[in-house]
């Protein structure tokens, strides 16, 4: 049974940094294309970043690029997301999630890509 389990978040202040972890066990994980989604209060949740299962193609939220990089760890089973000059707009909770259908190159996008889910961990940026 495949299973993630986030960490990293906190209380921070605007234009702090955060890392979030993600650590997966059970499943291959280097078979895994692997993202960060994200879900404020009363807000849909959307895909922040995520990379195919070698870690060199990526995608970017357009309002992160720049302040967010996603990487992952083959060897550590994990991913990170670094978060650079955070903003208030960024609060929310952040989940990893594993897409293992998808092939080598390709960058899982869409959240039917996604299989298996994290609990997720708070980041909350204050002003």
């Known amino acids: 049974q495949v299973q993630l389990v986030e960490s990293g978040g906190g209380l921070v202040q605007a234009g702090d940094s955060l890392k979030l972890s993600c650590a997966v066990s059970g499943g291959t994980f280097s078979r895994f294309g692997m993202g960060w989604f994200r879900q404020a209060p009363g807000k849909e949740r959307e895909l922040v970043a995520a990379l195919n299962r070698n870690g060199r193609n990526t995608y970017y939220l357009d309002s992160v690029k720049g302040r967010f990089t996603i990487s992952r760890d083959n060897d550590k089973k994990t991913v990170y997301l670094t978060m650079n000059s955070l903003k208030p707009e960024d609060t929310a909770a952040y989940y990893c999630?594993?897409?293992?259908?998808?092939?080598?190159?390709?960058?899982?996008?869409?959240?039917?890509?996604?299989?298996?889910w994290g609990q997720g961990t708070q980041v909350t940026v204050s002003s």
């Open positions: 999630a594993a897409a293992p259908r998808v092939i080598l190159l390709v960058v899982p996008t869409n959240p039917s890509d996604f299989d298996y």
